[in-house]
């Protein structure tokens, strides 16, 4: 008992350190009244905590979100910036190549071989 009248002036929570499975139910006046203030601190103390937590939370999302905003804005400024004093050069498409090659002449020998090859092939095939 001594301990827990230790651990509640001091604001600690008895159920978290397993003290529950030591106390029985109060036998006296000033038992419950212990463990009921003992109760009510630590709920103040944690509703204190939440409040001090969510109120952090939202002024760094707050800060976060403002430094994003900031970064948009300036990333399209230094781009609207960059593209009117530093244009792109127009680009200038390559020459299209002739469609019509030059041409070179035929060797004699070349037109009297697929001559004979065309030939040889008509002889065959009228034969059929």
Known sequence: ????LKQSQRGINPSLYGLEKQLKTPVTLYDTILQLVNFLLWSLVMNEMLENGVELMLIGMGIVFLFLT???VAIKVMSSLITRFFPEPIAVPPPIPSLVAKKKPIDSGVIAAISAAVHHYKKQHSQQ
């Not at 008992?1 to 827990?4: D, S």
């Open 1 to 4: 008992m001594e301990q827990l």
């Open 70 to 72: 900031l970064l948009v």
